[in-house]
């Protein structure tokens, strides 16, 4: 029999530029000379976005975008929306081509039990239905709708139904206690709490039917609760604080008017969602972002950046999504955009490194092959995950030819922090020896982004046609007026500067909640330059185009008159086989001398010798100076991170400065705050 060979795939970026050609009778010599073109002029650009997606609206838009400078700008004003309604435009297609909308599975059922599979007719009366239910108990446009759920495809179809009606979106996830949870939707009065009875996390059942009933009793504005039975445990404790309702039973009617239910046109800029800054210190930022502008920077980014395209669509070759991520990282957000263009998203609720515990509740080594065995048994077509998880995977020595059949796999996202060089180096290696060079030849493609949860989007990312470079992003993302400023806010190649963006996009946001005149907004991106989105990162853009983020702008190292970013002593440390993880802080203040710790998480049985420690300063002179060599090296058990994984730099900086624990950082906002206790008696022992 004659093996058909199938076509060869046509980046998504590839075909809009095709489009564009034939459609607007533009055509660019080079991606550099594209991009120019979408941040010069901002209203063709997304009105071609609009038309290639083919976005639709019952009435049409006066306007692209109103020339308003940031962060007043309009966009698509006259136009209606609604992100649900972008979502259903693919149920016929898909259920045609017998493709799922949500494949799942948790620590429990991997390995144990098919996945989940949630079809897209069967995700759309799910999501009318508790619509439905929802505005049965009051809800109404602009009215607020929290949910406390896991990766699940639940969180997913809660997501839909309360957006579908008008209401505004707001999650956390189960790993975030009373005190975190409070500090976010206590700002913004929700009418409804979606909520789980618990969540299973490193081969452990955590009950969070207390918090549940916390929660309940401290949100006066919360008027119904609808429970989700993740763990099937007792919530009478709930019932006692709340009126409340099954999610099974809320999603369970099949009649008439569930087949008649079509999600709200509403304001482009409606409230979609309200989503947080990571509230290391004081209150989390509640960040409010809009339908439309939601959904065309999604798109531009799944579908032209990321390339991922639909599941249905024959160019897309089955395209299944994953991005590992908590309901409380924006990522959460990215996956879930999958749904925009028909993608199947795939959906790991738990732990990435698998079991930590035993049986008998020993600590046990992580299993890094457990993300890896999820994608071989779906058929996964693009992997996304944080930075660090592939450098654990490297640490660890996964060897991905024994985690199953991985040659569905055409791409590996990164993100949350730098991916190094190193670890882009193994997975790329672990693809060869898989031979998995895809239809297309050549290596796997790496997408590395970077961006943020201010706008829900990212700035810098992929571009399936351009050259990759092991630890750089491929280039400025289409839309995104991206610079690198010098201290005479000049922009510079070549060079490192402050990551700015000149130009309004559709997902800035809207506004933050309860903020009286804008004052937080502007304070927290205009302050240094009027006008201008000043990011908080350090950017070094090269002459290719390619792109690199040093970390943090306000964790910067400052040696003796030598700036460099955290990042990039990271790489020199981390690269060693010795250390699992690594944190520095720059004490130099007020004319006072440099004095910088490094502080570093060693595998299991190391100590930190004479001999580590001239590893780590020879690693540190070769790649960067023996200037950036450490005062004090210490071994600690954990690096202290945010619930997104990321370091947290300034507030070990301002706490070993002086500052009380309460003042510069929030336990509930962390990730491992039980580690804490050592960097406050470090800091005590200082004084």
């Known amino acids: 029999m004659t093996q058909l060979t199938p076509p060869p795939h046509v980046p998504q970026i590839r075909l809009y530029q095709n489009w564009l050609k034939a459609q607007r009778g533009l055509s660019f010599e080079s991606y550099d000379a594209l991009w120019r073109w979408s941040t010069t002029e901002l209203e063709a650009f997304w009105q071609s976005i609009w038309d290639y997606f083919d976005l639709q609206s019952p009435t049409p838009h006066r306007v692209v975008c109103d020339g308003a400078p940031m962060p007043r700008t309009q966009w698509f004003v006259g136009a209606q929306f609604n992100y649900a309604q972008q979502v259903f435009r ?32 069967e995700l759309r009366r799910q999501v009318a239905a508790l619509a439905l239910h929802l505005q049965a108990h009051g809800v109404q446009p602009g009215d607020r709708v929290a949910a406390y759920l896991p990766n699940i495809p639940e969180a997913m179809v809660a997501f839909l139904a309360t957006v579908s009606i008008g209401g505004v979106w707001s999650i956390c996830a189960p ?38 009933a916390e929660l309940c009793a401290a949100l006066p504005s919360v008027q119904h609760v609808v429970l989700f039975e993740n763990l099937g445990l007792s919530t009478d404790a709930i019932k006692k604080v709340a009126d409340c309702a099954s999610f099974m039973g809320a999603t369970a009617r099949n009649d008439a008017q569930t087949e008649a239910f079509q999600p709200l046109w509403l304001p482009f800029d409606h409230p979609l969602w309200i989503v947080y800054s990571s509230g290391t210190t004081g209150l989390p930022k509640p960040i409010v972002h809009g339908h439309g502008g939601m959904v065309l920077v999604a798109l531009a980014l799944k579908g032209l950046h990321n390339d991922v395209g639909c599941s249905y669509d024959p160019n897309s070759l089955g395209e299944r999504f994953h991005w590992y991520s908590s309901t409380g990282w924006v990522m959460w957000n990215a996956q879930l955009s999958g749904l925009l263009s028909g993608t199947t998203c795939c959906l790991f609720d738990g732990n990435p490194g698998g079991r930590t515990v035993d049986a008998a509740g020993h600590k046990v080594a992580p299993d890094w092959t457990t993300l890896w065995r999820f994608a071989a048994e779906l058929d996964v077509t693009f992997f996304g995950a944080g930075a660090a998880f592939y450098a654990n995977c490297q640490k660890a020595g996964v060897d991905l030819g024994a985690c199953g059949d991985l040659s569905h796999v055409r791409a590996l996202g990164s ?51 351009l050259p990759q470079v092991p630890g750089e992003m491929q280039c ?34 809207l506004y933050f909640w309860g903020d009286a005149g804008n004052q937080r907004y502007l304070a927290s991106y205009f302050d240094t ?159």
């Open 90 to 121: 693919h149920v016929a297609a898909a259920d045609a081509a017998g493709v799922a909308a949500i494949l799942s599975h948790n620590e429990k059922s991997l390995g144990q039990a098919p996945a989940r599979q949630l079809s897209w007719p």
């Open 175 to 212: 790993d975030m206690g009373t005190h975190a949870v409070l500090d976010r939707f206590q700002q913004i009065g929700p009418k409804v709490l979606i909520a789980c009875d618990g969540v299973t996390y490193g081969g452990r059942d955590f009950d969070r039917t207390g918090v549940v």
């Open 415 to 465: 993100t949350g922090s730098p991916l190094s060089a190193e670890a882009q180096a193994w997975g790329t290696d672990q693809f060869r020896k898989l031979q998995n060079v895809g239809e297309r030849g050549g290596d796997i493609w790496w997408c590395n982004i970077s961006g943020g949860t201010d706008f829900c989007g990212a700035f810098l990312g992929g571009n399936r046609e």
């Open 476 to 509: 400025r993302l289409l839309g995104c007026a991206v610079e690198a400023w010098n201290e005479q806010g000049q922009p510079v190649l070549d060079e490192v500067g402050e990551l700015v963006c000149t130009q309004p996009i559709p997902s800035m946001p």
């Open 529 to 687: 330059y009027p006008g201008v989105w000043r990011h908080g990162d350090w950017l070094k853009i090269g002459a290719n185009g390619g792109c690199i983020i040093y970390g943090r702008s306000d964790a910067t190292i400052n040696r003796h008159g030598l700036r460099m970013g955290t990042s990039e002593l990271y790489s020199a440390v981390e690269a060693l086989p010795e250390v699992l993880d690594s944190l520095v802080v720059d004490l130099e203040y007020l004319g006072r001398e440099s004095y910088m710790p490094l502080f570093v998480v060693l595998r299991d049985g190391l100590t930190l010798d004479d001999t580590v420690r001239r590893n780590l300063n020879e690693a540190i002179k070769t790649a960067l100076s023996p200037r950036f060599v450490p005062n004090e090296i210490f071994q600690v058990a954990e690096i202290p991170r945010t619930l997104s994984g990321k370091k947290q730099e300034l507030p070990i900086k301002k706490l070993l400065l002086g500052q009380p624990l309460e003042k510069v950082l929030n336990r509930d906002a962390m990730a491992n705050p039980g580690c804490l206790d050592w960097y406050v008696a470090l800091a005590q022992a200082r004084q």
